[in-house]
Nanobody, 116 residues
């Protein structure tokens, strides 16, 4: 079955960096677009970034452009989210997501807290 396992979250000071990982299994990873979403307390889940299968094309939420970079390693079935210049507003649980076989799959999430 499809599994997505996020890791790499933690507590970081404003201006700091983190790299999140999402390890995928249960489907042919290289054939599917993968996305990162986040959900802050008392807010709706929101799109952060997506990486497409063709040409490594990426898209980002406007507020993270220039600070976050999404990438993928198809040999390791893993997607990464490099987050630089973190701001308190980036505090959230971060989830990776894949749409596969008519279903919409999520990992368990990893907590990112940006605070001094």
């Amino acid at each position: 079955q499809v599994q997505l396992v996020e890791s790499g979250g933690g507590l970081v000071q404003p201006g700091g960096s983190l790299r999140l990982s999402c390890a995928a299994s249960g489907f042919t990873f290289s054939r599917y677009d993968i996305a990162w979403y986040r959900q802050a307390p008392e807010k709706e889940r929101e799109f952060v970034a997506r990486i497409f299968t063709i040409g490594g094309i990426t898209s980002y939420k406007d507020s993270v452009k220039g600070r976050f970079t999404i990438s993928r390693d198809n040999a390791k079935n893993t997607v990464y989210l490099q987050m630089n210049s973190l701001e308190p507003e980036d505090t959230a649980v971060y989830y990776c997501n894949v749409e596969y076989g008519g279903g919409n799959y999520w990992g368990q999430g990893t907590q990112v807290t940006v605070s001094s």
